[in-house]
Every structure is written in structure tokens, then in C-alpha cells.
């Protein structure tokens, strides 16, 4: 079966910095999605990564290991906007997304 | 970037009414549009894939004949909740494939369904 894993839930401070880890099993794979989601609204696009490496944009970058099938999204200088919930989603050979259940990040001041 | 739209943002109906929430791709045409379906505190749950023209896939577990879902074109698709009952009220979201960004999905803003 197809199958994402990440925490269920994480805590940091303003200001830190802080690693959402996602591992992956499909069939197949495609890319790797990050989204942004806050309480009562629609998700928002974060990262795509397909090749290895890291992926650097402003304060969030994104890391994919394909061999591993690992994921991490770093966000740095936390701010308390920041508070959501983070998905990590695979796209799978038939292109069809496979959601994991989601990182609630609670920032603290 | 591309803006999916949906309307309309939030809808409370008595039960056993109809309810239609539309989903537009704005400045690009999808070829692919997907509907979601999320309950407080729980992730995304993808209830069917439709592509233009054609009939929707849908996820199992999910009922055609409630949710009715129609992709007339490449840039509008509508589902359609018939007979909602409470149960049905959830946060439902669209999302487009298609433009430039080939693999990318982009999202709707959503619709808060309420049935009473």
C-alpha cells in the first residue's frame, strides 16, 4: 500500500528553527509536495522537489532523499504566522497525489 | 501563478436540500480538477478525479449519486452534494492540474458546508 508518515505534531519557539520530516512509500514516484495549511482554509504550495538535494526558498527550504524516501521542510526565523499545519504529498506514478496527514506547528512566543 | 477559485465560500442548507459549490481555474485551463473533502483535524481526503469531458473517478467509499461532480469544461467544475444530511458538513476543497506547471496542483480556497 501506499503509505506517508510525518508527526502528527511538533512545538517550537519564535525566532528557532524547525525540521518537519516526511518518509514516503508509493507506487512510483513523481515529486514530492510541501503544503502550508492554516486552520479553516484551502492549502497553500510551499516546495516541489524531484530531484535529490536541498531546495532553498527564503526562510523554507525543502530536502529530498529519493533512495531513502525522505523529505524534510526547515523553516528558519520562525514567526508566529508560521502556526499551521504543513502536508507533505507525493505525486505517484498515475500522477495522483498521496496526502500525508499532516504537521500541526504550534510557534511559541 | 495560476488562482483556482470556488464559490461559494461557505453555505448552510436544511437537510435533504441540494447543494452546488463551483470550481473555476481563472487564468489557466486545467485539464485535471480534483475534489477534497476535509474534516476538523484531519488531513485531506481526495474524493474524486475528474478530467474535462469525461466522467469522475471516484475514491472508494465515496457515493457517485451524492456527490455528482461535472467538468463541462477546462475551466469550470462543479460538485454537487445531493440530499445533504449533517454528516456531509465538512470543508470541501478543489484543486486544478494543468498550465505550465504540469505536475503541480492548485488549490481553491474552499467551501464550508454546514447542513443543519
Known amino acids: 500500500g501506499q503509505n506517508i508518515d510525518q508527526p502528527t505534531e511538533m512545538t517550537a519557539t519564535e525566532g528557532a528553527i524547525v525540521q518537519i520530516n516526511c518518509t514516503y512509500q508509493t507506487s512510483g514516484f513523481n515529486g514530492l509536495f510541501w503544503y502550508q495549511q492554516h486552520a479553516g482554509e484551502a492549502p497553500t504550495f510551499l516546495s516541489y522537489?524531484?530531484l535529490d538535494g536541498l531546495e532553498e526558498k527564503g526562510r523554507f527550504s525543502s530536502f529530498l532523499s529519493r533512495s531513502k524516501g525522505y523529505s524534510y521542510l526547515l523553516l528558519k526565523e520562525l514567526q508566529m504566522k508560521d502556526s499551521a499545519s504543513y502536508l507533505c504529498?507525493?505525486?505517484?506514478?498515475?500522477?495522483?497525489?498521496?496526502w500525508g496527514a499532516g504537521t500541526k506547528l504550534i510557534i511559541k512566543p | 501563478g495560476a488562482v483556482v477559485s470556488q464559490h461559494p465560500s461557505w453555505v448552510i442548507c436544511k437537510s435533504g436540500t441540494s447543494v452546488k459549490i463551483e470550481c473555476r481555474s481563472l487564468d489557466f485551463q486545467a485539464t485535471t480538477m480534483f475534489w477534497y473533502r476535509q474534516f476538523p483535524k484531519q488531513s485531506l481526503m481526495l474524493m474524486a478525479t475528474?478530467?474535462?469531458?469525461?466522467?469522475?473517478?471516484?475514491e472508494q467509499g465515496v457515493e457517485k449519486d451524492k456527490f455528482l461532480i461535472n467538468h463541462a469544461s477546462l475551466t469550470l467544475s462543479t460538485l454537487t452534494v445531493t440530499s445533504a444530511h449533517p454528516e456531509d458538513s465538512s470543508f470541501y476543497i478543489c484543486?486544478?492540474?494543468?498550465?505550465?506547471?504540469?505536475?503541480?496542483?492548485?488549490f481553491g480556497p474552499g467551501t464550508r458546508l454546514t447542513v443543519l
Open positions: 475528474s478530467n474535462e469531458g469525461s466522467k469522475a473517478t471516484y
Open positions: 484543486s486544478a492540474r494543468g498550465g505550465r506547471e504540469r505536475d503541480e496542483q492548485f
Open positions: 504529498a507525493v505525486l505517484d506514478s498515475n500522477y495522483q497525489l498521496i
Open positions: 522537489n524531484v
